[in-house]
């Protein structure tokens, strides 16, 4: 079964950090761009980070540039997010997919896998 499970989710004051990870099971990611996604309440899905399948080309999204950090270990078949200093308006299900391509491309319509998604909470 082919399959993307995130993890590392959590309660975390503003100002902390946590790092998510996302696991592939049943496929390896040496071919897949990976991106992390989010989707807080009333809000649509949208990106935050995306890195190549070499690791040579990543992006962030405005609102998380020089606080998020993403990397990925094609040997333990995983992508991590590091988030530092975290914001309430971080909150949000963040979710991992994985696009074929050897880009740094991560369509939000168009990935070909999903994972289930990890809760981030952000407060006081």
């Known amino acids: 079964q082919l399959q993307l499970v995130e993890s590392g989710g959590g309660l975390v004051q503003p100002g902390g950090s946590l790092r998510l990870s996302c696991a592939a099971s049943?496929?390896?990611?040496?071919?897949?761009?990976i991106g992390w996604f989010r989707q807080a309440p009333g809000k649509e899905r949208e990106g935050v980070s995306c890195i190549s399948r070499s690791a040579g080309s990543t992006n962030y999204a405005d609102s998380v540039k020089g606080r998020f950090t993403i990397s990925r270990d094609n040997a333990k078949n995983t992508v991590y997010l590091q988030m530092n200093s975290l914001k309430p308006e971080d909150t949000a299900v963040y979710y991992c997919g994985a696009f074929e391509t050897t880009q740094a491309y991560c369509p939000v319509y168009g990935m070909d896998y999903w994972g289930k998604g990890t809760l981030v909470t952000v407060s006081s």
């Open positions: 049943g496929f390896t990611l040496d071919y897949y761009a």
